[in-house]
């Protein structure tokens, strides 16, 4: 048994030793042809490099593309009720108007039900966002206010907003409308 044992233990050499024997020629045989294929692809090296910078200026321009596109749906999403606010402020204006013409001394029940809808609707627009300009008595500001008038008012510092005719409203910081305002000139 020892004989065998020793045997297939040669044997077993042998066959280790031709493998790996035919695994050595083969690497020498495509070391020889990748040296004469590198020889002869030089051209079609630089087509690869060409392609490879192509594709990562196409992969730079596509992440530009989805940064882009992800802050246009941002935008979209703080700024896209923009148009049911402008169509809710003429009635709010109406609200407050009629306010202004009411008997407050005499506090009737349409005054004070008119002025607990406003406050509803106004508490309603802030929680989404919505804030209401009235600046009298502020001074004036181009971004939020637009003067309709200036007036002189001795009283008053100078640019000082001494009436609002039409209350502006802000969107998420953003002026939907400005105050509609009268401004002392001294």
Not at 26 to 47: C, F, M, Y
Not at 76 to 86: H, M
Not at 130 to 136: E, L
Request: charged share 35%; proline share 4%; net charge negative.
């Amino acid at each position: 048994m020892n004989k065998k044992d020793t045997e297939k233990q040669t044997e077993e050499k042998i066959e280790q030793e031709e493998a790996l024997q035919e695994e050595n020629s083969q690497e020498s045989k495509i070391d020889e042809n990748s040296g004469e294929s590198s020889e002869a692809s030089s051209p079609e090296d630089s087509k690869i490099d060409e392609l490879q910078e192509q594709l990562l200026r196409y992969q730079a321009e596509i992440q530009n593309l989805r940064r882009i596109s992800q802050n246009e749906v941002t935008k979209a999403r703080l700024y896209g009720n923009e148009n049911l606010v402008k169509d809710l402020i003429p009635s709010i204006d109406n609200l407050f108007r009629t306010l202004e013409h009411q008997d407050i001394e005499a506090k009737t029940v349409p005054a004070e039900g008119i002025s607990l809808i406003v406050r509803e609707i106004i508490s309603a627009l802030e929680k989404n966002g919505i804030s209401v300009i009235d600046p009298k008595g502020e001074e004036f500001d181009p971004k939020e206010h637009e003067a309709l008038s200036v007036s002189d008012d001795d009283k008053e510092k100078p640019n000082i907003v001494l009436e609002v005719f039409q209350k502006g409203f802000k969107f998420n910081e953003r002026v939907v409308r400005p105050a509609m305002v009268v401004v002392n000139k001294k």
